[in-house]
């Protein structure tokens, strides 16, 4: 089993039900907010709020059109966020999820700095604060229950299915048989080295707020770098120890030939 969601936002009515599930099933506090033109509240994603939908506008055949975007975690097949965590606080779990493991963390936010998607949050408010962001419900997937989004989701937007194989021929499907209602693209199937999270939309997936991240897996593209570096380090040692020694050397040999010079007089 591999845990995948399939999104088709051309199914989204906006009702936010999703992200209400969310807050519920990890009882996190809501987050004061108010109007705005856009109408996405929160307005992006926080330490309390794991999931939202985004709200764009846009026109169609000269009439307004809602097109509406869920933000989450991709759970990546090879996680930047695990890779580059040093105390592998943040893990990839055999059904998909990436999880978090607050009693192994040090707080240095590694994580933060290199998921492509921008999604782990730190609890910046808390004294003893934590990384925070979507597991996919994995205590609810090992009970053999769906994730509290899709089991909410009214349109069936949100699609779980427990193979991202299977998601992935679902989208083909559905691609294929309705070429005018989807961008011919499954944003996640390559992106980030491909994701457990399937997007189908109706527009680019960029002119819904999803970014370019290139198809390579970020962790095989950072290795070569990562791995060098223990042998720079040893060659900066080295030259720094070389440089000490031969400024050593010279000013022994100057404090030497003043001594000489003080005993010829």
């Known amino acids: 089993m591999e845990a995948s969601f399939l999104i088709d936002t051309t199914k989204c009515i906006g009702c936010r039900g999703c992200q209400t599930a969310c807050k519920q099933w990890n009882q996190n506090q809501a987050d004061k ?21 985004d709200f764009f506008e846009s026109e169609k055949d000269g009439s307004l059109s809602w097109n509406f975007a869920r933000n989450g975690c991709f ?46 949050k730190f609890e910046w408010e808390n004294i003893s604060p934590r990384i925070q962001k979507c597991t996919f419900c994995h205590e609810r997937i090992l009970d053999n229950k769906i994730p509290a989004c899709a089991k909410t989701c009214p ?10 194989e299977n998601n992935l021929k679902e989208a083909r499907r559905r691609l294929s048989e309705n070429p005018g209602r989807y961008f011919n693209h499954i944003y996640g199937e390559k992106e980030a080295g491909g994701t457990s999270v399937l997007l189908l939309s109706a527009l680019p997936l960029d002119q819904i707020g999803f970014q370019k991240v290139g198809d390579a897996a970020l962790p095989d593209l950072t290795w ?8 720079i380090i040893g060659v900066v040692l080295a030259a720094g120890i070389g440089s000490w020694i031969i400024t050593r050397r010279n000013k022994n040999m100057h404090e030497e030939d003043k001594s000489n010079d003080a005993g010829t007089r």
Do not use: Q, W
């Open 155 to 164: 349109s069936g937007t949100i699609h779980f299915g427990d193979s991202i």
């Open 224 to 231: 070569k770098y990562i791995s060098g570096i223990p042998a």
């Open 75 to 120: 759970h990546c097949k090879k996680p930047s966020c695990v890779s580059a965590c040093p105390v592998a606080a943040l893990i990839k779990t055999k059904e998909g999820p990436v999880i978090y493991r607050a009693e192994r963390c040090i707080g240095c936010r590694y994580c933060m700095l290199a998921c492509p998607f921008n999604i782990p």
């Open 33 to 53: 907010t108010k109007i705005s033109p856009k109408f996405t509240n929160p307005v992006k994603l926080n330490a309390k709020t794991y999931t939202n939908i």
